[in-house]
């Protein structure tokens, strides 16, 4: 894993020193590479690559980057791991790109064959002279970013994997095309002072994440998962072509032939699959570990690890003094079915408070999933003795594992939804709102009421993903944080998937390309790689969702049970006696420290005067607090969103 910078000048016309400028954008990504750097400029094409290594596969300088290929035409800054590189390489061997090698990991046998060495970073290169970008991609298995400069056409391509796990951004600013691995890259560029987009404003409130393609900043962009982009270079950058498009698409996986076999043989090829990636996924030269909730997806994971292993796997987990946010122990229990050495750590008050003021810094735009708390303190414990850590993430979006997809596929059963929506939008009144706020009988009414307005736009709504959408993140719950009450912005919004077999494979796909990415995705990447730590998700392989999304929804929700695949798996290594209960989800108790150890932070960040902003309704945040405060309601998910917006706005001067 490792860090990426680069930017395009126009020889003739550069106000900024290439070389210095580039040497400061790659120095605030040491966290992403620690181990190497390196720099690559062509003054005479304008092109300037900067590469931050954290090695993991091939730890010797062969695998230095800024790399070129043996041809000379490209040049190349890669951030991820190719796990099936050394078949790719065999391929190239057959197809007569370098000659054939018994062993592969002999350095001699690699250079008397044409090999400088063992990184996927070489291995990459040599695919995409053999056989262009889009059909090299197409063979790679994997998570990526990276940016790739082709001497002989002058142009620059920027490629993100398939689901989305790497981050990239790029855009224009002070006469320059700049890209990054992360926003604060763009920091160092003199007169780097753009204004906050306002549509990824009310992005990051309707989803508590900036979703792609928009970045906090006018101007600056982030690529979307499975997209490549080319620019090709041209006076005056400002007016050089730039094209982007899509080499993979889980819409397009959705409309291949679905799965023909019995729900038995579905469970079967799955294992097969998720076997091979999670053997794959282990492949590197520094430890590896894996995180452990105690829940169906990470505890797949590693009883496939611990299956595949000839050691103890090392797992790690983190737990709460709050009993109701508390999963160590279900973990605990897993790790000794498994056999796992296993390391516990029970987070307190003064844990997070030690973490929350660097959390602006880590994500670099405003974040407002709170899980972000126990996802960096659970990486710090990891990083401290291993260098990779496999994850579960993803099982949920896979196989049908959130409440709300059942729920919402259940609303679009109901004939007559024009009619109810309707009725709601009569219910919805003022004057009905009041009344039911006003019943003197506890939360209740108060909530229905709260809901009503929320219901009624998502059955104004005529598209499913879209009332998924407004279902999933309630426009209401959070719109009155802000000035404008308008949710034009939402309408901003990309879905790229449009069709599916059923509604729930629908909503499911719909959290895959949204919340995956948008969320959890970039939650896990920042907090890992803020401590050098390299995550890696097998359920994630192209080829396991794939396979999930070829499965009917009644083989993942069967029998009541939600992620019936991955259960079945799971059962042959752990009773079901021990993994059969509720899900709990990854959660803080942060509404109880608002009101304790972070209450002086937040009350701070919150009422500050030295932050002015003409966005955010500051009656309605004072009603909020004072409501939390007093206990009247808890208000933490509300003030969460508008703490870490202030705390960003503090870190980054805006």
């Known amino acids: 894993m490792c860090g990426i910078v680069g930017f395009l000048f126009s020889p003739r016309h550069c106000r900024t020193e290439p070389g210095p400028l580039l040497e400061r954008m790659t120095s605030t990504l040491v966290a992403r590479g620690p181990d190497d750097h390196g720099e690559w400029i062509d003054r005479s094409a304008g092109v300037a690559l900067g590469h931050r290594r954290l090695s993991i596969v091939d730890l010797s300088p062969a695998g230095h980057q800024p790399m070129i290929s043996q041809s000379g035409r ?24 370098a000659g054939h090698f018994s062993d592969p990991n002999d350095e001699l046998s690699r250079r008397q064959r044409g090999w400088r060495g063992g990184s996927d970073t070489e291995t990459l290169l040599a695919a995409i002279e053999r056989w262009g970008v889009r059909q090299a991609l197409g063979r790679c298995v994997g998570m990526f970013a990276f940016g790739l400069w082709d001497r002989q056409e002058r142009t620059l391509t920027l490629a993100r994997d398939r689901l989305g796990e790497k981050p990239l951004y790029y855009g224009h600013t002070n ?10 890259a763009f920091q160092t560029i003199p007169d780097f002072s753009p204004a906050i987009n306002q549509t990824a404003l009310w992005q990051y409130f309707y989803q508590r994440a900036i979703p792609a393609p928009y970045s906090i900043y006018d101007g600056i962009f982030k690529l ?22 899509y080499y993979w698409s889980l819409q397009t996986a959705l409309n291949r032939d679905p799965f023909r076999g019995t729900p038995e043989d579905a469970v079967e090829e799955l294992r ?7 053997r ?4 590197a030269d520094v430890p590896v570990g894996a995180f452990l909730s105690g829940g169906i997806d990470s505890s797949t994971v590693v009883s496939l690890m611990q299956s595949v292993s000839s050691g103890n796997v090392q797992s790690y987990t983190i737990g709460f003094e709050e009993a109701g946010f508390n999963e160590a122990h279900h973990a605990k229990a897993v790790a000794n079915c498994l056999g796992t050495d296993h390391h516990e750590l029970t987070v307190t008050p003064s844990d997070a408070l030690s973490v929350v003021p660097h959390l602006a810094e880590i994500w670099d735009e405003p974040f407002g999933d709170s899980s ?20 579960g993430d993803g099982g949920d979006e896979l ?14 059963r109901i004939p007559g939804k024009p009619l109810f929506g309707a009725l709601l939008v009569a219910f919805n009144s003022p004057s009905a709102i009041m009344r039911l706020r006003a019943l003197p009988v506890g939360r209740s009414p108060k909530a229905a009421a709260n809901r009503l307005g929320a219901l009624a736009e998502m059955f104004a709504l005529d598209n499913p993903a879209h009332r998924y959408m407004a279902f999933s993140f309630r426009p209401d719950y959070w719109s009155s944080l802000l000035k404008e009450a308008s949710h034009r912005h939402i309408g901003a919004s990309r879905f790229p998937i449009s069709d599916a077999r059923d509604i729930l494979t629908l909503v499911s796909a719909m959290d895959a390309v949204t919340y995956l990415p948008t969320d959890i995705l970039t939650k896990v990447d920042r907090a890992a790689m803020a401590v050098s730590l390299e995550t890696r998700l097998p359920l994630l392989d192209h080829r396991v969702v794939e396979f999930a999304f070829s499965l009917p929804s009644s083989y993942k929700v069967r029998n009541g049970q939600s992620k019936w695949p991955l259960r079945q798996i799971l059962n042959s290594f752990v009773p079901n006696s021990i993994i059969d209960r509720p899900k709990m989800g990854f959660g803080v108790p942060v509404g109880t420290w608002l009101r304790g150890p972070l209450k002086a932070w937040a009350s701070d960040l919150l009422f500050s005067r030295d932050v002015q902003d003409d966005f955010l309704n500051e009656k309605a945040i004072k009603r909020m607090w004072d409501d939390h405060q007093s206990g009247t309601w808890n208000y933490a998910d509300h003030l969460w969103r508008v703490l870490m917006l202030r705390s960003w706005q503090a870190c980054y001067g805006r």
């Open 224 to 245: 979307e998962p499975g997209q490549l982009l080319t620019f090709g270079m041209k006076e005056p950058l400002a007016s050089s072509e730039m094209a982007t498009e």
């Open 175 to 184: 006469g320059m095309f700049v890209f990054a691995s992360e926003l604060k």
């Open 399 to 412: 196989f049908c594992g959130y409440k709300r997809q059942q729920t919402a596929a259940a609303i679009e």
């Open 272 to 278: 097969n699959i998720l076997t091979d990636a999670v």
């Open 74 to 97: 490209y040049v190349l800054v890669f951030n991820g791991e190719i796990y099936n590189h050394k078949d790719i390489r065999k391929s190239l061997e057959e197809d007569g790109e």
């Open 280 to 283: 794959m996924q282990m492949m």
């Open 372 to 391: 972000q708390i126990p996802t960096a303190i659970l990486s710090r414990m990891t990083r401290q003795n291993v260098t990779v850590a496999l994850s």
